[in-house]
């Protein structure tokens, strides 16, 4: 059942990946004390190697805020080819998550190279602003957005798409009207094989004309086609 402008997207609840934890017991015998105590920095740091190597996939960054910092998954450590995803798109001009772009991303490879890195492909296609399913592409302007790039070990690459691109008015819930976008650049950052995202910019060509500046795409799998639903919170990149 195809849902309404107005209700469409549902709020979503961002899926995190879950850190596994591990709570070592430590024997202790009847009236023996430990002389010497734990370091707390030597432990939370063979704390934090065992739980970068019990969470896959993915390579791991350490981002330490001062209160003892956390795990985040930036970079996938396996190739893949996978197929049903989605990406929504929210822009500078128009950051609400209601006016996001929706594409139907049919299939994503990724090859590692040895050293981390390695080749990524894609290709977006439109949807209708009221897509509740990726198989509801919009109709006219550009009907396929190639998107071939090397990542770094980092896992990031930068896409420069070559050429105009139309999205038409049907895909177009800012405006409702057709839009023309030249120097379309993704930053691309591949989390896993089921989370990745980018950071999108352009030049809107056409009437009114702008400049896109860096905002969040979030590709997401999509089962069956049926678009998961989310929320203003899961537009960020990493």
């Given at each position: 059942?195809?849902?309404?402008?107005?209700?469409?997207?549902?709020?979503?609840?961002?899926?995190?990946?879950?850190?596994?934890?591990?709570?070592?017991?430590?024997?202790?015998?009847?009236?023996?004390?430990?002389?010497?105590?734990?370091?707390?920095?030597?432990?939370?740091?063979?704390?934090?190697?065992?739980?970068?190597?019990?969470?896959?996939?993915?390579?791991?960054?350490?981002?330490?805020?001062?209160?003892?910092?956390?795990?985040?998954?930036?970079?996938?450590?396996?190739?893949?080819?996978?197929?049903?995803?989605?990406?929504?798109?929210?822009?500078?001009?128009?950051?609400?998550?209601?006016?996001?772009?929706?594409?139907?991303?049919?299939?994503?490879?990724?090859?590692?190279?040895?050293?981390?890195?390695?080749?990524?492909?894609?290709?977006?296609?439109?949807?209708?602003?009221?897509?509740?399913?990726?198989?509801?592409?919009?109709?006219?302007?550009?009907?396929?957005?190639?998107?071939?790039?090397?990542?770094?070990?980092?896992?990031?690459?930068t896409i420069m798409v070559?050429?105009?691109?139309n999205i038409p008015a049907?895909?177009?819930?800012?405006?409702?009207?057709?839009?023309?976008?030249?120097?379309?650049?993704?930053?691309?950052?591949?989390?896993?094989?089921?989370?990745?995202?980018?950071?999108?910019?352009?030049?809107?060509?056409?009437?009114?004309?702008?400049?896109?500046?860096?905002?969040?795409?979030?590709?997401?799998?999509?089962?069956?086609?049926?678009i998961p639903s989310f929320?203003?919170?899961?537009?960020?990149?990493?």
């Amino acid at each position: 059942m195809q849902m309404s402008k107005g209700t469409f997207p549902p709020a979503r609840r961002a899926r995190r990946a879950a850190s596994g934890l591990v709570l070592g017991a430590v024997g202790l015998s009847i009236g023996a004390v430990c002389a010497s105590c734990v370091d707390p920095k030597t432990d939370y740091d063979d704390y934090v190697s065992r739980a970068a190597a019990a969470t896959v996939p993915g390579n791991y960054a350490l981002v330490d805020g001062g209160d003892g910092g956390g795990i985040v998954t930036y970079a996938a450590d396996a190739s893949f080819t996978d197929m049903s995803y989605f990406a929504a798109c929210i822009t500078s001009t128009a950051p609400s998550y209601k006016d996001a772009l929706l594409f139907a991303v049919p299939q994503v490879k990724f090859t590692l190279a040895s050293g981390g890195g390695g080749a990524f492909s894609a290709t977006i296609e439109p949807l209708k602003d009221t897509a509740t399913n990726t198989s509801e592409l919009a109709t006219g302007g550009t009907t396929s957005i190639p998107l071939n790039g090397t990542l770094d070990a980092s896992g990031k690459a930068t896409i420069m798409v070559p050429g105009s691109v139309n999205i038409p008015a049907n895909a177009n819930p800012i405006t409702n009207a057709d839009a023309t976008l030249g120097n379309l650049t993704l930053q691309v950052i591949v989390q896993s094989s089921t989370e990745m995202c980018a950071n999108i910019s352009a030049q809107i060509t056409s009437s009114p004309q702008a400049t896109l500046t860096p905002s969040p795409c979030i590709f997401r799998a999509a089962p069956g086609g049926v678009i998961p639903s989310f929320q203003q919170s899961d537009f960020h990149c990493p």
